[in-house]
């Protein structure tokens, strides 16, 4: 029945008087994230650069790219997947198969998937309407998807209701929500919460904060914070709505620039902004007047990835064959299915069994299924039973980097600057003044819950020697102690903004 699908689940209706909200991390509620779908979803966006003619770009290959990734469930790729579909970059599937996706997305209780439920409801893509894109919006929200808190939040934002214009009066939630977004790195969610600091007492002071948090937003890739920084160190009618101390015409130059950056790519991110462009009363440094020292000089910094070593893995053929830059790590995925739920390696375990048995299948080695598929069937090993071994389950073994622990956050192609590593490597840690000048990029252990909201190349800052690193609680607003992160040096090259580099 149609009404059994996720496109229609019964949500609580949307309340935007609620009396609180409660913020969730989205990266703790997602899928693990398989290395090597990884490296295949950041392959598909790069091929969609939007600097490659439309015409010109190969969906097949961005397409096929796109659905490996989403076959080991990658959460982004089976969105973007969907969006596949929807402007009919495969002949094969259309609209329908587009809300599948996104419907076997919400099964794994991936909270964007509730939110892009929403649009297709607000849109018409699947029949609903307003009140049922708010409920799947609130449900996102509640679940952690920070596009979905960015854009309530905007809609609570405001001082009276007005339920024909889409907004309404709820100052705390909207801040609670708004402030939980840019914790997970929303641009947007900076903007809107700019405009709430400006009205806060100690007029002075939230001056400060709403142009920092502007500022933030634009390394986190907000066309409408760059814009607003443009517009505010233009100068205003009334000089006592500025929030900057005062006009400068060199900074809005800049922040121009980055605006026009993000509005053709809003993919970008410059992370390392204070480098070319600080706030005052910092100075700014001298620069060319050119687009691509700018850009080059404010974007990630990656380091070289290490050629990998032949591993016995990847010495062998077939579904055994691992590629040498990745290893195992287990995960909680167990099933009893006879078919493989979804794509990946897979071996056989049997709690059940005695420990003849276990030890026998414990020595057989993850196997790579494609979705569907039978899985084999294993036999009792000689002298602990006969034909199949019963009650078999399947454990899934995700793929990671085969890098011995290496500090190497992942970016598209084109959205980050390859550097080489600073030798010797130095590692800090957070309660620390920093040492040394350059790029620093925070870092979680692999197992931390929150690695994936950290390890970013969007997390680097740039920082002056004596300078002390940001605060996960205070400056990002994120539920992370300080003394569980480390900060390594990624890049400590004097800039030179007179000097052009290779165009971007």
């Known amino acids: 029945m149609t009404n059994d699908l996720p496109r229609n689940e019964k949500l609580p209706l949307f309340n935007p008087h609620r009396p609180d909200f409660t913020c969730q991390i989205e990266a ?112 996102a929200a509640d679940m952690g998807s920070p596009n979905a808190m960015a854009f309530l939040g905007e809609k609570m934002k405001a001082t009276w209701d007005n339920p024909r214009e889409s907004f309404w009066a709820n100052v705390p939630v909207a801040t609670k929500m708004l402030e939980c977004g840019f914790a997970q790195g929303n641009g947007e969610a900076a903007f809107y919460l700019h405009y709430l600091y400006t009205r806060e007492e100690n007029k002075r002071e939230n001056k400060a904060r709403a142009l920092a948090i502007l500022h933030e937003g634009v390394k986190l890739g907000s066309v409408n914070c760059a814009g607003a920084l443009v517009a505010d160190f233009s100068g205003r009618a009334n000089h006592e709505d500025m929030l900057a101390p005062f006009i400068d015409k060199a900074r809005v130059e800049r922040y121009l620039m980055l605006a026009n950056a993000l509005r053709f790519n809003p993919l970008r991110r410059f992370p390392n902004l204070d480098k070319v462009l600080p706030l005052p009363p910092a100075p700014l440094p001298r620069w060319d007047g050119k687009r691509e020292t700018l850009l080059k000089a404010a974007m990630a910094v990656t380091p070289p990835k290490a050629e990998p070593k032949p591993s016995a893995a990847s010495q062998r053929t077939g579904r055994e064959h691992l590629d040498a830059a990745y290893d195992f790590r287990e995960s909680n995925n167990i099933t009893g299915e006879k078919n493989t739920p979804f794509a990946g390696y897979w071996r056989p375990i049997a709690p059940k069994e005695m420990e003849p048995v276990r030890a026998h299948l414990s020595g057989i080695l993850p196997h790579l299924y494609l979705p569907g598929e039978p899985f084999d069937q294993p036999r009792y090993p000689a002298g602990t039973g006969r034909g199949v071994i019963p009650d078999i389950m399947w454990q899934r073994l995700l793929t990671v980097h085969h890098n011995h622990g290496a500090v190497e956050p992942q970016a598209v192609a084109g959205l980050s600057r390859e550097v080489a590593r600073p030798k010797p490597h130095r590692a800090c840690e957070a309660d620390q003044a920093c040492p040394v000048t350059g790029t620093w990029q925070p870092w979680l252990a692999p197992e931390h819950p929150l690695r994936h909201a950290v390890n970013q190349p969007w997390r680097q800052t740039w920082l002056t020697a004596g300078r002390h690193f940001p605060d996960p609680k205070r400056d990002w607003l994120l539920p992370l102690d300080p003394d569980e992160l480390t900060w390594h040096l990624l890049d400590s090259e004097t800039p030179n903004l007179l000097q052009a580099w290779e165009q971007v």
């Open 28 to 139: 703790t509620k997602v899928p693990p994230i398989d290395a090597e779908a990884d490296k295949w979803f950041n392959e598909a966006l790069a091929l969609e650069d939007p600097e490659i003619y439309e015409d010109d770009r190969d969906y097949k290959r961005i397409v096929q790219l796109t659905r490996q990734a989403a076959q080991r469930h990658h959460w982004k790729a089976m969105l973007n997947l969907a969006s596949l579909y929807l402007e009919g970059r495969d002949p094969d599937h259309g609209r329908e198969d587009a809300i599948r996706t996104v419907e076997e997305a919400i099964k794994l209780d991936i909270p964007a998937a509730y939110d892009r439920m929403g649009t297709y409801h607000m849109e018409g893509i699947v029949p609903g309407g307003a009140t049922r894109a708010y409920a799947f919006w609130q449900k």
